[in-house]
């Protein structure tokens, strides 16, 4: 499924996180078929270390919208 992908992807992962193990996050990000993606792992010293980063909500939210933004920028 993820083969099919196309759209620009970004994957946002804690390093911390218990439920997703950071190797499939990076199965994930390799077997996506889109030529624009990104995986990005958050610290423990930066935030976002955790699933979803709940222990730093806002860095995730922040980073995403920041990366769309970028994204479509590049689009104009």
């Known amino acids: 499924m993820l ?9 946002v992962h804690g390093e911390g996180d ?9 199965k994930a990000i390799e077997a996506c078929g889109s ?5 990005k ?3 423990r ?5 955790h699933h979803c980063q709940v ?7 922040a980073y995403m ?4 933004a970028d994204v479509l920028q590049a689009g104009h």
């Open 41 to 43: 792992i958050f610290s």
């Open 55 to 61: 222990d730093n909500v806002s860095i995730g939210t």
């Open 65 to 68: 919208w920041d990366w769309a």
């Open 3 to 11: 083969q099919k992908i196309k759209c620009p992807f970004l994957l």
């Open 45 to 49: 010293e930066e935030g976002g270390y």
């Open 35 to 39: 030529k624009q993606k990104e995986l």
């Open 18 to 26: 218990q439920q997703v193990p950071g190797e499939d996050a990076r």
